[in-house]
């Protein structure tokens, strides 16, 4: 079946505009993460869906993140007035449990969207 | 979820066996060990997770310390695909609110032909 996907998949913003995200988890699977990953550093976490609801955003760097998951399937990032320091890779991923399940869980990456801030 | 220290690179010859290793000191009892790999420009992958007994799949074997505060991944004929960052991460048993992977910089893995 269909994995995890991501659009764009590369995203160059001048410095101060808008950009959205977007992400198509596995189907059926409740649970969605976003992660930022920096050039050479592992992801890191930014928030969490369960279904359409946000139970953790404790990781977003700045009220100029967003993120919503309206209908409990597809999710967007938005980043309001990107600056040069939000260059990064934005990463999705999905599972299939509830985040307070067992943590044996998988989940499954997209392929990330490259965002370039000139 | 504790923390993981694994080596910055490592490299392997194609089609020889490789050792990627994993300290973790601090795991408590119940906490199990997951590894991910990232290859280039991809999203990563789960490889494979034990609790105490060494694991087998398809795509690599884990070997875990008797005393749990080492574990080995074990790669049995490197190819040029497995070339990737691999990644070492300890997990609770059962979550709370907060299910995601905290990632360190992971293992360099690069795979001479």
């Known amino acids: 079946g269909a994995g995890v996907s991501q659009s764009p998949r590369y995203k160059v913003a001048k410095r101060g505009q808008d950009v959205a995200l977007r992400c198509d988890p596995i189907?059926?699977?409740?649970?969605l993460f976003w992660y930022q990953q920096a050039l050479g550093q592992g992801p890191e976490f930014l928030t969490y869906?369960?279904?359409?609801?946000?139970?953790?955003k404790s990781g977003l760097p700045s009220d100029r993140f967003f993120a919503e998951r309206p209908e409990g399937s597809v999710s967007t990032l938005k980043i309001q007035r990107t600056q040069q320091e939000d260059s990064a890779v934005y990463l999705c991923?999905?599972?299939?449990?509830?985040?307070?399940?067992?943590?044996?869980?998988?989940?499954?990456f997209g392929p990330g969207t490259r965002l370039t801030v000139l | 979820d504790a923390k993981t220290t694994q080596p910055n690179s490592m490299e392997s010859n194609e089609e020889e066996p490789v050792h990627l290793p994993c300290n973790h000191s601090t795991i408590s009892g119940t906490d199990y060990i997951h590894w991910y790999r990232q290859l280039p420009s991809q999203g990563p992958e789960y490889v494979i997770h034990?609790?105490?007994s060494n694991v087998n799949n398809r795509m690599a074997s884990l070997a875990i310390a008797e005393d749990r505060k080492s574990s080995t991944l074990i790669l049995h004929r490197a190819t040029l695909r497995d070339a990737a960052v691999y990644y070492c991460?300890?997990?609770?048993?059962?979550?709370?609110?907060?299910?995601?992977?905290?990632f360190g910089k992971g293992t360099k893995l690069s795979v001479k032909p």
């Open positions: 189907s059926g699977h409740v649970s």
């Open positions: 991460i300890l997990r609770e048993p059962w979550g709370g609110s907060q299910g995601n992977l905290i």
């Open positions: 869906f369960q279904n359409e609801a946000q139970l953790d």
């Open positions: 991923a999905s599972s299939l449990v509830l985040a307070g399940g067992r943590r044996t869980d998988t989940q499954y």
């Open positions: 034990g609790l105490t």
